[in-house]
Structure formats: C-alpha cells, structure tokens
C-alpha cells in the first residue's frame, strides 16, 4: 500500500490521487485567506488568488486547511480562524509562563 499524503483523507471528496496541490500553492491559499480573513463562496476564493487554480486543487487545499483548525466552512462561506496575527494572542503568549 502506497503511503498516504497530510493531504489526503479517507472522508475526502476530492478523488483519490488527484489534484495533490504543491507547497507554493497551499502558501498561496493560505496567505490570501489570513489576508482576507472571509470569503462567501470559493469562487471569490479562486478569483482573489494572484494565479489561476484549479477548483478540485482549492478544495483538497480547504480540506486541509479545515482539519488543520485554520479555516471553518459553513453554508458555503469560508471564514480564516488561526489566531497567528492576533495582536492579543501575541501579547498572551509573551506572558505566558513556559511549562518545563
């Protein structure tokens, strides 16, 4: 048995083995939705992407990103939730006592 990409999911709706999205390409993603921070549909996703991706690729990527707790997607918005420039996180993590 072939071993199995972070990116794939046995509950994936993408199909196997297809559109496996490169490093450069889930930066891309990535980037343009902590920017952003919401988009209503994935289609203003792909039209606010610097280049041309294909939708099975966005999908696999938002897939990803959803079981990575970084995105929520409901009724077909997609909101960005990773606290990475969250000014108060930050500050928190500052004060915080590291655990030995």
């Not at 203003?44 to 707790?69: D, F």
């Not at 997607?73 to 960005?80: D, F, M, Q």
């Not at 939730?81 to 030995?100: A, C, V, Y």
Request: cysteine-free; hydrophobic content about 35%; overall charge positive.
């Amino acid at each position: 048995m072939a071993p199995r990409s972070i990116l794939e999911n046995k509950n994936s709706k993408s199909k196997p083995g297809s559109h496996i999205p490169n490093l450069k390409t889930i930066e891309m993603i990535e980037e343009v939705l902590a920017k952003e921070k919401e988009f209503s549909s994935r289609n203003k996703l792909s039209r606010a992407l610097p280049k041309q991706v294909q939708q099975q690729t966005i999908e696999v990527v938002l897939e990803y990103l959803e079981r990575s707790k970084k995105i929520m997607r409901e009724g077909g918005a997609i909101l960005w939730i990773f606290g990475d420039n969250n000014p108060k996180l930050m500050k928190l993590h500052k004060m915080s006592t590291e655990l030995k």
